[in-house]
């Protein structure tokens, strides 16, 4: 039997959680905006409320458009608020444990029909579906960021995952108008399999002095066509987000290819995530960012 979604949950309002919420409300889903507070729910509201007013200036949408989707997100400050949902996305902090919880949390606030789905970027889906009480119902929906921008979504199957519930990720996918990829559960799954340890490959290139971040980044974006450069790229992404997925792969395949570099280490150790702490590979204080080394 096929499964209607009408009503969407997304657990976390930063960048994914909020991207999320932005895509689906306009693709007329009702969504419910979870957050650990009123606060950052408040927080999450008005981003999407400024990326859709720019939506509106570049004529992507209209503003009755933009008003009608706003109207269709409510916060939810506890699970029970997420009661009423088809679907549920957590788009939290890419840490195993934290996410384990909030499953283990969330399932009794769920209807017994409602799917469970984790916008992870590297861990497995197998392990987390095991974390709640309807594995078959548990699937990987992996957006990509800035989630209103970026076309692909990743889908994928944990072991116990029945179709019904991979049809209708995949009809909720496309219903936001994204192009669904499918890939098998393997650490780090395609897009990030192929793309961190590329950028890890950069931060090695700096590590041992081969060039400095803006000949890195020129050289990728001029010589490979990149649309920015590696470096700038992890910084968008969040150093941290890029050490956790390195992590992941290197424990899960056991391959010493997947070694975090040092330098990565060294950054996240002081705190210098990216753009989101304003120091990074690059600087972000002043007017315009300036290279760290």
């Not at 889903?29 to 720019?54: C, K, P, Q, W, Y």
């Not at 890419?94 to 992870?120: G, H, M, Q, Y």
């Not at 095991?130 to 078959?136: G, L, S, V």
């Amino acid at each position: 039997m096929g499964i209607t979604i009408k009503t969407v949950g997304v657990i976390g309002a930063g960048q994914m959680g909020s991207g999320i919420a932005h895509v689906s409300s306009l693709a007329g889903f009702n969504v419910r905006l979870h957050d650990l507070s009123e606060d950052r729910i408040n927080a999450g509201l008005a981003t999407i409320n400024g990326n859709m007013a720019r939506q509106v200036s570049k004529e992507v949408i209209s503003d009755a458009a933009r008003r009608e989707a706003l109207d269709r997100i409510q916060p939810a400050a506890t699970y029970d608020d997420l009661s009423a949902c088809d679907l549920v996305i957590e788009a939290a902090t890419e840490n195993e444990e934290v996410k384990r919880k909030i499953f283990t949390n969330l399932c009794p606030s769920l209807r017994p029909d409602a799917i469970i789905a984790t916008n992870t970027s590297s861990i497995s889906i197998t392990r987390l579906a095991a974390a709640t009480d309807r594995p078959e119902r548990f699937i990987g929906i992996h957006f990509m960021n800035p989630v209103p921008l970026m076309q692909l979504v990743e889908l994928i199957r944990g072991i116990a995952t029945e179709d019904p519930t991979f049809e209708a990720a995949k009809e909720f996918v496309a219903k936001v108008g994204k192009t669904a990829t499918v890939s098998e559960d393997f650490p780090a799954f395609i897009v990030n399999r192929i793309l961190l340890p590329m950028i890890n490959e950069a931060i090695y290139t700096l590590y041992e002095g081969v060039g400095s971040v803006d000949a890195i980044d020129t050289a990728m974006r001029l010589g490979a066509n990149h649309p920015m450069g590696p470096l700038q790229l992890a910084d968008f992404i969040g150093l941290d987000t890029c050490l956790s997925i390195m992590q992941v792969l290197h424990e899960g395949l056991a391959d010493t290819k997947y070694r975090p570099c040092p330098l990565l280490v060294k950054y996240v150790e002081a705190g210098w995530l990216g753009r989101k702490a304003k120091r990074g590979f690059y600087d972000y204080r002043g007017e315009k960012p300036v290279p760290t080394r």
